[in-house]
């Protein structure tokens, strides 16, 4: 089986796990995290980085650190990782969806301005799969109303939006390493932003909120959301060769590119002129003429040792929110046919040339043999 994903380590990540280990520092006291964040920041081009347990962390705590009050709203693409959505209301605050564009895949900005209402306090731009979302005039409007942007840069690790990092465009941002992120520290996220009052309030709630002066007296409720030594070894032994991570990523993106761009009846992320994408998953739509949906593609793919996944499912048809009626009879077309009708191709960042070709091979018989078939 070629596996959706597969990390790839060298000796590094051991040598400094068997540092942490026999130093015994293994606890998020351990110098190995604040060298992780400094890394990290300088490479994503903003002063601070503040490491967390996950992405997931990273997006709740980022909210909480801007002091939205509560009611307010944020405006998500609808079509995430339920992350996004989670994060904003355990803040409690109201998430208010945005369409995807079909080419991009990313939130629809002409879309976003028709939803800013009084209310509105911020905006999550996700760049989905790794490609940058047109962030001007994002920011633009962001400007005019006052939003706070929040970049959920979970995927993109690397890439670019007109020569700048993905992750120091917004006022703040969120990262993650689980394990099939381009860097990974199996579990693990930070939060990145050039203001350092923000950076101080998420360094303060991801411990507790215990404080300088007076360690046990609390001012607010904050989390737990430290990320241990023993990850952040695994983080700085990645940050050591990001720039071979990177490229990695982007051979393997323009590899698959090269061996998909002309199998029929499939549709892939149009890649912008000004953007850097780093293909964190190798993902395409089935088109309107192919009549199975991708799980049954998936499913097709299977016996030939070829391992998918089905995109993220739209924030607006998740029970958890229909029965917080959060979204009530709101329709985004675009976020639901890439949920029934995109897939994924293995990515992991172990992936190989002869990999892909397998892969690309099997999709390609598959998508013939359901012509034939009528299918
Ligand atoms: C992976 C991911 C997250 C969540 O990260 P975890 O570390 O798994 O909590 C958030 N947003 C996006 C877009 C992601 O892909």
Redesign the pocket.
């Known amino acids: 089986m070629i596996p959706v994903n597969e990390p790839l380590f060298t000796d590094r990540e051991k040598e400094l796990l068997v540092e942490c280990v026999e130093t015994r520092w293994i606890s998020s006291e351990g110098s190995l995290v604040r060298r992780f964040e400094e890394i990290f920041a300088e490479f994503v081009g903003v002063k601070q980085g503040v490491a967390v347990s996950?992405?997931?962390?990273?997006?709740e705590v980022s909210i909480a650190a801007l002091e939205i009050e509560p009611g307010d709203e944020v405006i998500i693409p609808a079509f995430?990782?339920i992350?996004?959505a989670m994060a904003v209301v355990r803040n409690g605050l109201k998430p208010v969806l945005v369409d995807v564009e079909s080419e991009t895949w990313n939130i629809d900005v002409d879309q976003v301005a028709r939803k800013i209402g009084p209310k509105t306090k911020a905006v999550m731009p996700?760049?989905?799969y790794g490609h940058p979302v047109d962030m001007e005039p994002l920011l633009e409007l962001a400007d005019h109303h006052r939003l706070h942007v929040i970049e959920?840069a979970?995927?993109a690790h690397g890439a670019e939006y007109k020569g700048r990092k993905c992750g120091s465009i917004g006022h703040i941002a969120?990262f993650?390493?689980?394990a099939?992120?381009i860097v990974t520290t199996g579990?693990?996220?930070m939060v990145v932003t050039d203001d350092s009052r923000l950076a101080e309030r998420v360094q303060a709630m991801r411990n507790l909120c215990f404080q300088p002066t007076q360690r046990f007296l609390h001012d607010e409720l904050g989390y737990n959301f430290r990320l241990t030594n023993l990850q952040a070894a695994v983080g700085v032994a990645q940050m050591e060769r990001v720039d071979e991570l990177v490229k990695r990523k982007i051979w393997q993106g323009e590899e698959y590119r090269k061996r998909l761009k002309d199998i029929e009846g499939i549709k892939l992320q149009t890649v912008r002129d000004w953007a850097r994408p780093v293909y964190?998953v190798n993902g395409f739509v089935l088109a309107d003429e192919v009549s199975m949906d991708a799980f049954e593609l998936a499913a097709r793919l299977k016996p030939y040792g070829v391992q998918t996944r089905p995109f993220f499912w739209p924030m607006h048809e998740q029970p958890v929110f229909k029965r917080m009626r959060l979204f009530d009879g709101e329709r985004y077309p675009v976020a639901e046919n890439l949920a029934r009708r995109g897939l994924y191709l293995p990515s992991g960042m172990a992936l190989t040339a002869g990999q892909i070709a397998t892969v690309c091979d099997a999709l390609r018989e598959v998508l013939m043999g359901a012509e034939n078939d009528g299918v």
Request: aromatic share 12%; proline share 0%.
């Open positions: 996950s992405g997931t962390a990273a997006l995430t990782i992350s996004c996700v760049h989905m959920d979970a995927e969120a993650s390493f689980y099939n992120k579990e693990g996220g964190w």
